[in-house]
Structure formats: structure tokens, C-alpha cells
């Protein structure tokens, strides 16, 4: 059984920056790619970034250049490095490996 278990949520103000955190323990060889998604209050869950096993990254058009996705070295963890955040941004945002395993989500709030 896969665990993803997402961390470093919280509540910041516009313009501030999260670090997300997706802590995992898999043989690299299951892995296909780590993707982060998010969903806000009342709505359906989005896509927001995605690295594949071979370093590709991917971005939704909301995101992109506020919002960087990388792993560390040994495909351990998986990070969503989140900045320039608006109030748009604030959703639960969940962990998924290989559009088979979720995590349980950790919230970013974005307010002032």
C-alpha cells in the first residue's frame, strides 16, 4: 500500500509563498509522475502541476510562473513551491502518484 502524505499547509497573506510538501516511500520504479492538485471551497478538485519520473514538469496556465514542482534526490518527497499567492489560490491541496494513489490533503489559505 502507497502513502502520500502532504504537509506544510497554512494560512498566509496575498503575495506570500507555501512550501507543500509530498512525503512517500515507493521504489522509484513505481513511479510514473507525482502530481499536485487543488481544490477549493465548493468546487471540483484541479490539476495545478505535475514532475514525471524523468524530471518533467508540467503547470496549469494559473500557476505558472508563481508556482515551482520538484523532488528531492531520492524521489522521497515530492515539493510544491508556491509563490506570489493570491486569494484564488486558497484550496486543499492534495498529493497524487500516478493518478493511482491520493493523499489526505493539506489546506493553503490565502487571505488578508
Known amino acids: 500500500q502507497v502513502q502520500l502524505v502532504e504537509s506544510g499547509g497554512a494560512s498566509v497573506q496575498p503575495g506570500g509563498s507555501l512550501r507543500l510538501s509530498c512525503a512517500f516511500s515507493?521504489?522509484?520504479?513505481?513511479?510514473?509522475?507525482v502530481g499536485w492538485y487543488g481544490q477549493a471551497p465548493g468546487a471540483q478538485r484541479e490539476w495545478v502541476a505535475t514532475i514525471t519520473r524523468g524530471g518533467t514538469t508540467n503547470y496549469a496556465n494559473s500557476v505558472k510562473g508563481r508556482f515551482t514542482i520538484y523532488r528531492d534526490n531520492d524521489w522521497n518527497t515530492v515539493y510544491l513551491q508556491m509563490n506570489v499567492l493570491k486569494p484564488g489560490d486558497t484550496a486543499v491541496y492534495y498529493c497524487?502518484?500516478?493518478?493511482?494513489?491520493w493523499g489526505k490533503g493539506t489546506l493553503g489559505a490565502v487571505s488578508s
Open positions: 515507493v521504489s522509484v520504479f513505481r513511479i510514473d509522475y
Open positions: 497524487n502518484m500516478s493518478a493511482i494513489y
